[in-house]
C-alpha cells in the first residue's frame, strides 16, 4: 500500500513538472498600445487634471522586452504636449507632442510595479507596469 502511494504521489509531482516546462514561456517582446485619454469632470467641483492613460496597467514578465507605442490623442495645433515618463531601473522621459506618437523600448530584468507618468499632468496621469519575477 506505501508503494502505491508513494507511486502516485511521484507521478503527481512528476505530472506537475512536465506541466510548468510547458507552460514556461521564455523571455519574449510584448508590445503595448497606449493612449493619453481623459475623464469627464466638472473643473469647478474638481480642480484637477483630468488627463490619464488607457491602459493604465501594462504587466510583462522578467527577461522580456517591451515595445510601447504610445500615441498622443489630441489634435495639433491647441492639444496638450504629454510625456512617458519611469525613474529607475527603466529610466525613460519621453515627449510627445499633440497627434505625435514615439515607440519606446526596453527590456524588464528586475520584478516588482514601476510608475509611469506625464510629467505635464500629474497626479491623474500615471500607470504602473508589474514586472512578473
Given at each position: 500500500m506505501v508503494t502505491v502511494i508513494?507511486?502516485?504521489?511521484?507521478?503527481?509531482?512528476?505530472?506537475?513538472?512536465i506541466g510548468y516546462a510547458?507552460?514556461?514561456?521564455?523571455?519574449?517582446?510584448?508590445?503595448?498600445?497606449l493612449f493619453n485619454s481623459s475623464v469627464d469632470l466638472n473643473e469647478s467641483l474638481y480642480p484637477y487634471i483630468h488627463d490619464t492613460f488607457f491602459p493604465d496597467h501594462l504587466t510583462a514578465n522578467r527577461g522580456d522586452t517591451i515595445t510601447i507605442h504610445y500615441i498622443n490623442t489630441e489634435s495639433p495645433p491647441q492639444g496638450d504636449k504629454h510625456s512617458f515618463t519611469m525613474s529607475s531601473p527603466y529610466s525613460t522621459n519621453i515627449n510627445v507632442n499633440p497627434g505625435g506618437n514615439a515607440n519606446i523600448t526596453f527590456t524588464v530584468n528586475l520584478p516588482g510595479v514601476f510608475r509611469y507618468w506625464c510629467v505635464y499632468h500629474?497626479?491623474?496621469?500615471?500607470?504602473?507596469?508589474?514586472?512578473l519575477g
Open positions: 508513494l507511486s502516485v504521489a511521484a507521478g503527481l509531482f512528476a505530472g506537475y513538472g510547458f507552460q514556461y514561456q521564455g523571455p519574449t517582446t510584448r508590445e503595448y498600445f500629474e497626479p491623474t496621469m500615471r500607470g504602473y507596469l508589474t514586472v
